[in-house]
């Protein structure tokens, strides 16, 4: 079956950096489109920022353009979540999500399989 595991997560200091990894496993991952995903205390789930099955699209919610690069690398099956510039407000569990139909999408409901998360938490 699909395995989406989420690691890299941790404390830090506002301005400070963290690089996420989502290892997937029980698909041809080369062929899915991936996000990332991220849900704050008391809040919703939100988008984060998608890419393509290729890795030539990709797309960021405004609170993180500029900030926040997402990648992957096919041949390691593995997809990366490079946060630049923290701020408190970041501080959430970051979800790792794929989606079995063509072309990244920005919505929780286009995404078929999930990883369980992992927490990064940004201190003020």
């Known amino acids: 079956q699909v395995q989406l595991v989420e690691s890299g997560g941790g404390l830090v200091q506002a301005g400070d950096s963290l690089r996420l990894s989502c290892a997937a496993s029980?698909?041809?991952?080369?062929?899915?489109?991936m996000g990332w995903f991220r849900q704050a205390p008391g809040k919703e789930r939100e988008f984060v920022a998608a890419?393509?099955?290729?890795?030539?699209?990709?797309y960021y919610a405004d609170s993180v353009k500029g900030r926040f690069t997402i990648s992957r690398d096919n041949a390691k099956n593995t997809m990366y979540l490079q946060m630049n510039s923290l701020k408190p407000e970041d501080t959430a569990v970051y979800y790792c999500?794929?989606?079995?139909?063509?072309?990244?999408?920005?919505?929780?409901?286009?995404?078929?399989?999930w990883g369980k998360g992992t927490l990064v938490t940004v201190s003020s």
């Open positions: 999500a794929s989606r079995r139909g063509p072309g990244a999408r920005t919505t929780i409901r286009e995404m078929d399989y």
């Open positions: 029980g698909l041809t991952f080369s062929n899915y489109p």
């Open positions: 890419i393509s099955n290729s890795g030539v699209t990709t």
